[in-house]
């Protein structure tokens, strides 16, 4: 029985064909992408409803913790979606 087992194992392990290794995606690169999406979605709002100066700081705020250029324009282009509607 233990021998038909180990032939077993070295049949499945000849029969495995190497493919590409799974590389899930880079964590830290997907956090900072919904953490400036959703910065500017939370800016957006509050141009939306006119407070203008709460989503600056919020949009200064969230550029001091990670310097990305969506979130340094991010009031500018609320204003400009806003202007459009």
Not at 8 to 17: G, L, P, T
Not at 51 to 65: V, Y
Not at 80 to 85: D, E, F, L, T, Y
């Amino acid at each position: 029985m233990a021998e038909q087992h180990r032939q077993m194992e070295k049949r499945m392990a000849d029969s495995r064909v190497p493919g590409p290794a799974f590389r899930p995606p880079e964590t830290p690169r997907l956090a900072d992408k919904n953490f400036v999406e959703q910065t500017r979605r939370l800016v957006e709002i509050l141009v939306g409803v006119g407070k203008r100066a709460e989503a600056q700081k919020i949009s200064d705020e969230g550029f001091a913790l990670l310097p990305d250029p969506g979130l340094k324009t991010a009031v500018a282009d609320a204003e400009a979606r806003a202007g459009k509607q």
